[in-house]
């Protein structure tokens, strides 16, 4: 009963795996638990006590260790949930910051072109899409790629 609890655990949590989160289900004769590993050195392990019906969940961060119990698995997966996104905004901002420094040096113009030119090639050509995502008007997206067509066809100043 408590491997198939902890294995249903994982299969709903499948979709959170990423390189900055890893999922490996534990299972022996003994017990079966859901290992996650996260950034940072923060972990949490899960276990399913089919005695009490408790959920186990221990998470490590640094050197202290949190525990929650509880029979209820939906707050167990939002407690789960809410500490990959919590790990996910951390690893975005230092995505952020590595993006802006590869940045430094090129200009703000250029650096827009390239931001324009890939969001639409990300949205297959779709203006709508990527004017949205952009924040701008369909119109002011046409105008930017007609001011970069005549840069291309002129060449620059």
């Known amino acids: 009963m408590a491997r198939d609890k902890i294995l249903s655990l994982a299969a709903d949590l499948t979709s959170y795996e990423s ?55 939906a707050r167990t997966m939002e407690h789960i949930i809410a500490l990959i996104f ?5 690893a975005s901002i230092r995505t952020t910051h590595t993006v802006v420094e590869q940045l430094v040096g ?30 701008l008007s369909e119109k002011e997206l046409s105008s930017k790629l007609t001011s970069y067509l005549r840069l291309v066809e002129t060449g620059p100043d």
Do not use: W
């Not at 299972?27 to 009490?52: D, Q, W």
């Not at 919590?86 to 951390?90: A, D, I, L, P, Y």
């Open 19 to 73: 390189e900055d989160c890893r999922l490996d289900v534990v299972t022996s004769e003994l017990e079966s638990f859901l290992f996650i590993m996260l950034p940072k050195g923060r972990t949490m392990r899960i276990s399913f006590m089919a005695e009490s019906g408790y959920y186990v969940l221990s998470e490590t961060e640094y050197q202290s260790t949190n525990f929650l119990m509880t029979t209820d698995r």
């Open 106 to 135: 090129t200009t703000l113009e250029e650096t827009e072109r390239q931001l324009v030119i890939r969001t639409l090639s990300y949205f297959s050509g779709n203006r709508s899409l990527a004017a949205h995502t952009l924040g």
């Open 86 to 90: 919590k790990s996910e905004r951390e």
